[in-house]
């Protein structure tokens, strides 16, 4: 069987540490900043890890 390709758009969207977990970018952070607290965007700010279902289709995605 040949080598599975990567999905490119999930390698744009998804990013794996070292020891295995799957980073992901949160929403609600791309316009319309002004109504927002300056503790709510900076909290969307970070990364957050990606867990269940999610991971295990993220993870074929990306040919882990």
Known sequence: MPKMKTDRGAAKRF??????KIMR?????SHLLEKKSSVRTRRLGREAELTGGDRTQVKRLLGL
């Open 15 to 20: 990013k794996v540490t070292g020891t295995g």
């Open 25 to 29: 970018r949160k929403a609600f952070r």
